[in-house]
């Protein structure tokens, strides 16, 4: 069986999304020859083997003038796709590339990962939205198997489609860091650490105001761009904590476990959100278990998934004093964070990549479902 996942962006390893397809595909390479067709560019390195990585052009030049064209890539996938063996199945969590594909590519079984339902986030405009949920009609319903990250996903889609295509679970997961290698010695501690993006559904103002709470402690905050640091050090300044917080802005992804390492709680701070409280399985999670960090996190049933009292504390949603007090007692009980600490490496091992490789793997294995079957049931009702 041939894996074909087809992935519209570059391959940067500083942004959550393009390090999660890069690493499950790597893990996935372990159980079926998986090809990745990405675009423009990969900087995460290898390529040659399995998987084996294309880097297709998106953007078209006419003289002065240069712009994105996606249509160029769907155009290449669609190319690659008619040259691949029979047994090939196509895999992609881009709804738009996954709708064109399904039209475009009859009798090709399709795989569709969903990390959200972007129809019932209440940010997009109506008209806008009623055109992404004919799209989702489309795709969670032709698609030939689904794989999402959260039971939340799962349970959205099951109360949404009766006739639900095999859907599969399968968490994000981590690579753990190496431990035989000491961290940075010029990464200086920290007591409380958020590494991630800036996104005003995450959080992190909520943990800046929580910082006037704190007098005593250290956080640092890894990532987010130039303007959005800015805007958060200005809130710091109005909340007179900003001589307890630490900005370093984006960082090269080898370094993030340096800085997770010299501290003493990562934190989760996410606001109730559609995508948040059911759809999120954010990566910062299972990289904070991964480096024995107790977590500190919003109550809401997307990380209750994965995290319990063993390894984190649970604190109220967007209440900035809620957060204060319970990371001041958990920081207070020393002995209680070396227990979760060795609690948050033992979690981090459910959830490696290898292990959201394996469950994807026993998903496109299983004799309950023949995928292509499926597909080419779909592409004989399309055409009769």
């Not at 372990?30 to 090809?35: A, D, L, P, Y």
């Amino acid at each position: 069986m041939r894996i074909f996942y087809a992935y519209p962006e570059p391959l940067t390893p500083h942004r959550p999304r393009h390090l999660q397809v890069w690493s499950t595909c790597r893990a996935l390479a372990g159980h079926f020859e998986v090809v990745l067709a990405a675009a423009e560019r990969n900087e995460f390195g290898g390529g040659n083997s399995n998987p084996m990585i294309h880097c297709w052009p998106r953007r078209v030049t006419a003289g002065p003038i240069s712009f994105s064209w996606q249509a160029r890539f769907w155009r290449r996938c669609r190319h690659f796709i008619r040259q691949s063996p029979p047994d090939t199945i196509l895999y992609a969590r881009h709804l738009r590339l996954a709708d064109h594909l399904l039209r475009r590519c009859p009798g090709r079984p399709l795989i569709f990962e969903l990390h959200e339902i972007f129809s019932e986030n209440p940010d997009i405009p109506r008209r806008h939205a009623e055109r992404l949920r004919a799209m989702e009609d489309r795709v969670f319903t032709q698609a030939a198997g689904l794989v999402a990250i959260t039971r939340g996903l799962v349970s959205a889609l099951q109360s949404r489609y009766p006739d639900l295509p095999p859907c599969a679970l399968a968490p994000d997961g981590c690579e753990p860091p190496d431990f035989s290698r000491e961290p940075d010695p010029a990464v200086a501690p920290a007591d409380l650490i958020y590494a991630g993006s800036l996104h005003p559904w995450k959080g992190v103002r909520t943990l800046i105001q929580a910082m006037a709470f704190l007098p005593n402690r250290k956080l640092r905050v890894v990532g987010g761009t130039p303007a959005e640091v800015e805007a958060l050090r200005r809130l710091a300044r109005q909340w007179k904590a900003s001589a307890r917080c630490e900005w370093t802005g984006v960082v090269p992804y080898h370094q993030v476990s340096d800085h997770l390492r010299r501290a003493k709680i990562g934190v989760v701070p996410n606001h109730p959100h559609a995508i948040s409280t059911d759809f999120t399985s954010p990566l910062k999670v299972f990289e904070y278990l991964a480096a024995g960090l107790p977590v500190l996190a919003s109550d809401l049933p997307s990380l209750r998934e994965v995290l319990d009292e063993r390894v984190a504390v649970m604190f109220p949603a967007a209440s900035p004093r809620s957060l204060a007090v319970a990371a001041e007692q958990l920081l207070s009980d020393e002995p209680g964070l070396a227990r979760m600490s060795e609690s948050a490496r033992d979690r981090a091992q459910e959830f490696t990549w290898e292990k959201r490789a394996e469950r994807i793997a026993r998903f496109l294995q299983s004799d309950d479902v023949d995928f292509y079957e499926r597909a080419l049931d779909r592409s004989c009702r399309a055409t009769a």
